[in-house]
């Protein structure tokens, strides 16, 4: 009986913590609440990518990550695509003489891509990804990015739902 009053203050001591338990998310349909992380991408991109999140209104987007079943991961990276190489030249001569010159250019081609991914937050599983080519105008690639990120959940969804 001395160690009944004990344990049972510990267990509700620790109620608290146990509510805070955050479990992993099987299907990213469980999430509720989203956190948008920038990894490398200017600002405005990232405001733009939020308010067409906001938009959509799947999630509600917190202010810290430790409030998110979900981290939603912008990135930015070039890809390299190929390259291109030109040469030109030229002679002249007369006789038994002759000069020329030649020209030769190289250069790569990079596309620069945006990435965002959807990632559980407490196991880090990524659930989906979507990318787009960077469009240097306002609202491009973010507009197109939410759009396609929404397309494969709507399309998950809709395959859970048979």
Known sequence: MKLFLPTVICCLLCLPLAAKEIRSLTDISEAKTAYLVNQGTDLGTVDDVREKL?????WKLVSHPEEADLLLILSEQEIAAGSVSTASG???GSGHYATGSSTAIAAGIAIPKVFLSAVDRQSGN????????????????????????KGQ???HEHRIER
Do not use: D, M, N
Not at 54 to 58: A, F
Not at 130 to 147: E, F, M, T
């Open 153 to 155: 959940i709507e399309k």
């Open 54 to 58: 906001q938009e959509w209104g799947r």
């Open 90 to 92: 030229y002679a002249t």
């Open 126 to 149: 990524i659930f989906t990804f979507v990318s787009a080519v960077r469009r240097r105008h306002i609202g491009g690639s973010p507009a197109y990015l939410v759009s396609q990120l």
